[in-house]
């Protein structure tokens, strides 16, 4: 995963009602309809949140007749998720837990 594309699904994540749809959808699939009950937005809205959601790939649409369903790129946030866990404040790599980072935290 590049930086801009952790860049990208940072400032997706930026916004809480973003945050409450991708938890949402933590719980499987949602209609676009189930979405604008929960969130009470506008379609507009909805449509705005769903379009960053998904040009930054964390999320994944199909259409079922005039309705939008929507779910989690698992793969996407795998590889997001992997990136983040890669990122330490410190530069231990022997795995001593009595090591101190380079801000005073201790491990």
Known sequence: ?????????????????????????TQGEKCGCNLLEELQVTQPTLSHHMKVLGD?????????????????????FKEYKDYISAITCCGNTTGDINSKCCCGLKL
Request: charged share 30%; proline share 0%.
């Open 1 to 25: 995963m590049t930086r801009e594309e952790v860049a990208n699904i940072c400032k997706a994540m930026s916004d809480s009602n973003r945050l409450r749809i991708i938890e949402m959808l």
């Open 56 to 76: 930054c790939g964390l999320v994944s649409s199909y259409k079922d007749g005039k309705w939008q369903h929507y779910s989690i790129n698992c793969e996407k």
